[in-house]
């Protein structure tokens, strides 16, 4: 697992042997997975475990903020 941002309290992993399409787990109190690209090109959450509502809105902020970013590091982890 390669941590590839931190804000807010909050770490964006990647794992090195995931599978498509393109995510980021996010770890704070909870965990929650949040797909960078969906359907219509915007990052979509995929599923929400224990984490708090403000933490999600942080993390999905990040994530659309940083899209690009994050899509790149997927690429360079898994080609």
Known sequence: MVTVYRAHGLRF???????VPAHVHVFGDGHAKINLAGADGVPEIVT????????VRHAM???????????????????
Request: a negative charge; proline letters at 0%; aromatic letters at 8%.
């Open 61 to 79: 902020q990040i994530v659309i903020e940083q899209q690009q970013y994050l899509l790149s590091r997927w690429r360079d982890i898994h080609g």
């Open 13 to 19: 992993i990647i794992f090195v042997d995931d599978h």
């Open 48 to 55: 929400i475990e224990g984490m708090k509502r403000g933490d």
